[in-house]
């Protein structure tokens, strides 16, 4: 059962990253990464992460992933490019070269170090019939306890970024009126 | 059968290798690309990639502490996205259809 879930949820993250690279269209890049975000998704709740599954089917795939499909609308770069030229011509068989290598490397890593860590912590809890909420409340007392300076932090961060997208994306009317 | 089929539940080092192939293709995504809003959504899958392989060192250690992360980085994203992509409307809006070449000199 488990590995049945993790290889169609391994499908979908495949083929939609594939999807991302592959497909001309912005938009169509876009619903490619929304089945990839649905397939890791799936993959947290295989993992016991059930909170951040949910986090990432609503922070994810709704809200960055329709950001995402409103700033294609409004660019209006909605059309198909051409990816079949190259400007560069080695530039692409380096690119494979170099994915090729991260993922040959980092396998050989994971492959290599696969018996060597136990276990460090008190363990994730395991939701149960009995305890469905388990995860939540251990997340919770983790991100409110041991790190909830960098959580304050995460509200500064946040605060930064609005008002940067606000400068960044503010029509420059009235300073263009002061300086004429 | 049902041995084989035992022998064959997914460990942490699927996951992990699963998240590599992720990250790799998110890679050549960004190398090869020259739309910015689609190497942008490559960006998302190899953070999406790094993701997985934090929630299933949790599993692995017992350790929730993998888990709050991928919270924070998730949060983190957030932000980058709303950034990066208000930079792309400014530039867009400035000069339509500009791809990532006609733009590396990073000035107006």
Wanted: proline share 3%; charged share 15%; with cysteine.
């Amino acid at each position: 059962m488990e590995l049945v879930v993790f290889v169609l949820a391994a499908a979908m993250i495949l083929v939609g990253g594939l999807g991302v690279v592959l497909r001309s269209h912005p938009v169509h890049a876009a619903l490619s990464l929304i089945l990839t975000l649905f397939g890791v998704a799936v993959m947290f709740v295989a993992q016991e992460a059930h909170f951040l599954a949910a986090v990432q089917v609503i922070v994810y795939a709704g809200a960055i992933v329709v950001l995402f499909l409103f700033v294609i609308m409004l660019l209006g770069v909605d059309r198909t490019e051409d990816i079949k030229t190259e400007p560069f011509k080695v530039q692409r068989p380096l690119a494979i070269i170099v994915g090729l290598g991260v993922i040959g490397l980092v396998t050989a890593a994971v492959v290599a170090s696969r018996d060597v860590v136990a276990t460090r912590g008190s363990g994730i809890a395991e939701p149960a019939m009995t305890d469905p909420d388990s995860n939540i409340r251990q997340l919770s007392r983790s991100v409110f306890g041991d790190y909830v300076v960098a959580f304050e932090v995460t509200s500064v961060l946040l605060v930064v970024a609005v008002v940067g997208t606000v400068l960044l994306t503010r029509k420059v009317k009235s300073t263009s009126k002061e300086s004429q | 059968m049902s041995a084989l089929v035992a022998a064959a539940t997914p460990t942490a080092t699927w996951y992990l290798v699963l998240a590599a192939v992720l990250f790799g293709i998110g890679t050549v995504g960004v190398l090869v690309r020259r739309n910015p809003l689609v190497m942008f959504m490559c960006i998302e899958l190899m953070l999406n990639a790094v993701n997985l392989s934090f929630v299933a060192l949790a599993k692995r250690l017992g350790d929730i502490g993998g888990q709050t992360t991928v919270f924070f980085v998730m949060v983190v994203a957030a932000a980058e996205v709303v950034v990066g992509l208000g930079i792309i409307v400014s530039i867009m809006r400035k000069r339509p259809g500009a791809n990532v070449d006609d733009i590396s000199a990073l000035k107006g």
